[in-house]
């Protein structure tokens, strides 16, 4: 039986969400000065960005089913324990390897995000469910931008470490407070580990509204990521030769643009996800253009940072409507999958862009960059009148 929660612990649920990503996105606006203490060469930065996605998608695959198995307060604070482990990792990491063993493992267990937002669900009251769903998932958009902030004024000050010894602190501090403040897990029974994963290795084989949602959104945070993760290259070199803090601060257009889109499920409900996927994917193709224009001002950039967030938040959350509406007795499995395709995407677009970056310069990132979007378009142009007849008839009857 649910009795609801209170204010004070919808905080400290989105609080577990916004330390634990945290780990994942705090080594972007630190990229160069982390990668120079390493003693790693430009080419090789991609890889520490890449590695908390490519611990997330592990994490999603393997850990994200528990959260059906069992007691899901008790997997929080256990997560929020090892996540802080990896943090620390990173924090001491004498070399390359050891910082990439250390963001891959804060990855993997920072999928504590995934069985938050599942508990927060359980534990309330039905008249009370979106809003604390809605409360608790803010802490993941205060998390990527506020250790962007963090990560910069720490860096410029005490060093790039320190943003990761904090971070391990406070998640070993939430693991406590949790086990304490939250009540306990409602249920009385969980479902079957591998029948759990038996059912997300299905859905992969046979929806074709999954696979084709989940592909869009490889190619979308590819395009993301090639943004994000390399952004602190150009602006950190001739002619800005901006320190971490004042890199940091472009967070603050890629907010606006993402909270420019919040209106993007009302759209849906109105049974306009696959159209608003169209126009989204255009305008993030189209965003590349300015992005590109990096001298002499920084305003066309500001401008194609707040175009490509809103279009990859749009389209972001009309594929979760899309699938939710779908799946509704398995939502949270199903979003769990989907979220797979979205740290892969991330991860190729780390990657990428380190790449393009050290060998042929900003543009050759922003031409990446804009061939994953134009893509993710074609994809959907492809497949919008074949997943009509399915999607939109679902979402209108809603």
């Known amino acids: 039986m649910t009795t609801g929660i209170t204010g004070t612990q919808r905080f400290v649920l989105a609080m577990v969400c916004a330390v634990a990503v945290s780990t994942i996105y705090a080594i972007q606006p630190v990229l160069e000065k982390a990668g120079g203490d390493l003693g790693l060469g430009g080419g090789s930065l991609g890889w520490l960005v890449a590695a908390g996605q490519i611990g997330y998608f592990a994490g999603l ?31 001491v990491a004498p070399n390359g390897v050891v910082a990439f063993a250390g963001l891959v493992s804060a990855g993997v267990f920072a999928v504590v995000v995934q069985v938050t937002v599942a508990y927060a669900a359980a534990v309330s009251a039905p008249e009370e469910r ?15 931008l506020g250790v962007r902030i963090l990560a910069g004024v720490l860096g410029d000050t005490i060093g790039w470490r320190a943003v990761y010894a904090l ?16 009540p ?15 059912s997300m290795a299905r859905l992969v084989r046979t929806d ?37 803090t004042a890199i940091s601060l472009f967070g603050f ?7 420019g889109a919040a209106r993007a499920g009302r759209w849906a409900d109105s049974s306009r996800a696959q159209t608003i996927t ?19 001002t920084l305003w066309f950039l500001i401008m194609g940072i707040v175009l490509l967030d809103f279009a990859v938040q749009a ?16 939502a949270s499995m199903v979003i769990g999958a989907y979220m797979s395709f979205y740290s892969l995407g991330s991860a190729l677009g780390a990657l990428t862009t380190a790449w393009a970056y050290s060998t042929w310069g900003w543009a050759a990132s922003c031409l990446i960059g804009a061939v994953y979007s134009l893509a993710a378009l074609l994809l959907w142009a492809a497949t919008r009148s074949r997943l009509a007849a399915r999607a939109e008839p679902v979402l209108a009857a809603h």
Request: glycine share 12%; charged share 10%.
């Open 61 to 91: 695959v393997a850990l994200v089913p528990l959260g059906d198995v069992v007691n899901r307060r008790k997997l929080i604070g256990a997560q929020l324990v090892l996540t802080a482990v990896g943090a620390g990792m990173v924090a």
């Open 130 to 144: 979106g809003r604390n769903i809605g409360a608790v998932t803010s802490g993941v958009v205060l998390g990527i």
């Open 167 to 182: 971070l391990a602190l406070l998640c070993a501090l939430l693991a406590s407070i949790v086990r304490a403040a939250l």
């Open 184 to 198: 306990a897990d409602p249920r009385t029974g969980g479902a079957h580990y591998l029948r759990a994963l038996a």
């Open 208 to 244: 074709r509204l999954f696979v084709t949602r989940g592909l869009i959104a490889f190619f979308l945070f590819a395009s993301f990521g090639t943004l994000w993760s390399g952004l602190a290259l150009p602006l950190g070199a001739d002619p800005w030769n901006f320190g971490s």
């Open 253 to 259: 257009a890629g907010l606006a643009g993402a909270l």
């Open 278 to 296: 169209g126009w989204s994917l255009t305008l993030l193709t189209a965003s590349w253009l300015l992005i590109a224009q990096i001298e002499p």
């Open 315 to 330: 389209v972001h959350v009309s594929s979760q409507h899309l699938l939710t509406t779908a799946h509704p007795t398995r």
